[in-house]
Nanobody
């Protein structure tokens, strides 16, 4: 059974930090590009960050560049995806979801086959 399960969301003050995690299991996600997306209330889902299967290539939305860092750990049976979020702003408030695709282009274009259920991040001003 393929599963992507996020954790680490919560409430933080502006300027604070959070680290999101995503555990991907049930498939060879170690060969998949992965990424983070977010959706704020009343807004469309937007791309946040992506990482190649090897972890050597990373990509960020302009709105988070320099503040967020994506990384991954390709363990044997479960791949762990992380999003380190620093200098958080109220506009970063959203449900954050991890995703996986066999093609990096799929993640960058939000055309992915596998999604997690999401974790809420709330940044207070």
């Amino acid at each position: 059974q393929m599963q992507l399960v996020e954790s680490g969301g919560g409430l933080v003050q502006a300027g604070g930090s959070l680290r999101l995690s995503c555990a991907a299991s049930g498939r060879t996600f170690s060969s998949y590009a992965m990424g983070w997306f977010r959706q704020a209330p009343g807004k469309e889902r937007e791309f946040v960050a992506a990482i190649t299967w090897s972890g050597t290539g990373t990509y960020y939305a302009d709105s988070v560049k320099g503040r967020f860092t994506i990384s991954r750990d390709n363990a044997k049976n479960t791949v762990y995806l992380y999003l380190e979020m620093n200098s958080l702003r109220p506009e970063d408030t959203a449900v954050y979801s991890c995703a996986a695709s066999d093609l990096l282009g799929g993640v960058l274009s939000s055309n992915v086959a596998y999604w997690g259920q999401g974790t809420q991040v709330t940044v207070s001003s």
